[in-house]
């Protein structure tokens, strides 16, 4: 699944944060711990002072235990353990009475403090510092000693506050960072909107540029170039077209003139008057070719649109189907009506005609004698279906999406034959969306076509007839 900018940069932007937070969240534990050891050992140094200096006054054993029973046996956060070379305990506070510290290693054990943190098989933890001094009659090992409980608790309690509020605040970044980018990329979106929006037929429109200075302004101004480049090449195809259409017709009405003039000759031979009929054939198909791109010209440059004109469509489909009859009786078709009429639109009542007449043109040609075409016309709510049903042979799937192209033709061949041009369907998806309609095409093969034409409904010339 490919995930959108918006996301990317919010995840991006949450992983940033995510080794961010880690990196900042281990170097606060591991500081915090520190400074807290080290106000445990400042203590333990403290009272390691004072039992040495317990010692060094001490003249005999006695004495020297009577002090320390005095000042240390029941001391509140400290333990203190004496102990003599043999490894019996000299002196050891009350809570220690049933545990003992264990001792370093001879190899640590001098004059200079060795700190170090042990635990007992009770599973307690200790911070003790150890130190050897010379006793009234000996050596002795003096340590001093701190639990670690309150110690480990605090880490503990800082370790799930850190993973409890790590997670949170990534989550409300990783949220904040979507909004973010939600915002930053809003003119995105606008800018895809109205892209969407510029067709071919609305070349004249341009994208807002708000801020030229920045990186979205200088993409909307340079697809706002690359639009205008668009809209003056395709008014030089269509400048072109209209003006080669236009140009094709007096030499075709010559060439089909004297063709004629020709053809009514008296003793002209039968392989003359062949070859000049089939001059007639293919100039009537060059001057239908050169009419139908002269009409889409006019339709692209927006000639000639309509006006504000009501038509009822009812009686015009009556008027194309009952002039399209004689060419399905000739096929041996059957043509029916279904028209719930009258069904007024706004329109040209001289450019309508022609998409109904390319319909039934194209419906007839495709349905095999002993078919049948229908056409049907009715009112859905605030516009007007037209539709033309045959029972033709179909059109495969994969020609569908290119039926309302240009030059496009499903069987070229046939076409030819029967004289298409493959402009036909153009020209009347150029009408409708000229009056607002729009036209869709379903078929299968084996199973006919359907072609649909809908349009808006004239609300007060059908409000008048109520």
């Known amino acids: 699944m490919t995930l959108s900018i918006r996301w990317r940069l ?77 490894g019996d305990r000299f002196f ?23 700190y170090r943190d042990v635990s007992t098989e009770g599973g307690k933890r200790w911070r003790v510092v150890s130190v050897q001094v010379r006793g009234p009659r000996n050596l002795l090992t003096v340590q001093v000693a701190r639990s670690l409980a309150g110690f480990d608790h605090e880490s503990k309690e800082l370790l799930l ?3 409890l509020i790590g997670p949170l605040m990534l989550l409300v970044a990783v949220g904040g960072g979507y909004f973010l980018a939600r915002r930053a990329l809003a003119p995105v979106d606008q800018l895809r909107r109205r892209t969407q929006e510029i067709t071919a037929d609305r070349l004249d429109r341009r994208l807002p540029v708000a801020n030229p200075g920045d990186e979205l302004g200088l993409l ?89 004109a ?15 009859r ?28 022609q998409v109904f007449f390319n319909l039934l043109d194209n419906a007839l040609k495709y349905t095999l004698e002993g078919g049948s075409v229908q056409v049907r016309g009715e009112a859905r709510g605030a516009a007007v279906v037209a539709t033309v049903r045959d029972t033709g042979e179909g059109i495969a799937p994969e020609h569908l999406p290119h039926v309302f192209d240009r030059f496009y033709r499903v069987d070229k061949a046939r076409s030819r034959e ?16 000229a009056h607002g309609g729009q036209i869709e095409l379903d078929s299968a093969r084996g ?15 059908q409000g008048n007839l109520r």
């Open 10 to 86: 919010a995840l991006w932007f949450g992983a940033v944060l995510a080794v961010v937070l880690i990196a900042f969240g281990t170097a606060v534990y591991l500081t915090m711990r520190h400074h807290a050891l080290g106000r445990i050992d400042q203590g333990l140094s403290e009272e390691l002072a004072d039992v040495l200096a317990e010692v060094g006054r001490a003249q005999t054993e006695v004495d020297l235990s009577e002090w320390l029973e005095r000042r240390f046996a029941h001391h509140e956060g400290f333990d203190f353990q004496i102990t003599r070379p043999s």
């Open 92 to 114: 050891a506070n009350r809570r220690l009475a049933g545990a003992a510290l264990p001792l370093p290693d001879a190899v640590y054990l001098s004059d200079s403090p060795f």
């Open 161 to 163: 506050t850190m993973l």
């Open 220 to 308: 909307g101004q340079t697809i706002n170039e690359m639009i205008g480049r668009l809209e003056r090449s395709f008014a030089e195809i269509r400048r072109f077209t209209a003006d080669a259409s236009h140009e094709l017709r007096t030499p075709l009405t010559a060439i089909r003139t004297e063709a004629e003039v020709a053809l009514r000759s008296n003793g002209v031979p039968a392989e003359q008057q062949q070859l000049l009929g089939s001059i007639l054939e293919e100039c009537g198909r060059l001057t239908r070719l050169t009419e139908q791109l002269l009409t889409l010209s006019r339709e692209d440059a927006g000639i000639g649109r309509p006006g504000p």
């Open 310 to 324: 009501p038509v009822d469509l009812a009686a015009l489909l009556h008027g194309v189907t009952e002039t399209m």
């Open 326 to 353: 004689p060419v399905a009786e000739a096929k041996g078709v059957r043509l029916q009506v279904d028209i719930a009429g009258p069904l007024w639109v706004q329109g040209d009542g001289i450019r309508l005609p």
């Open 418 to 433: 029967q004289g298409g041009t493959g402009l036909g369907l153009s020209i009347a998806k150029s009408i409708v969306a």
């Open 447 to 461: 199973r006919g076509t359907t072609c649909t034409v809908t349009l808006p409904a004239d609300q007060t010339a």
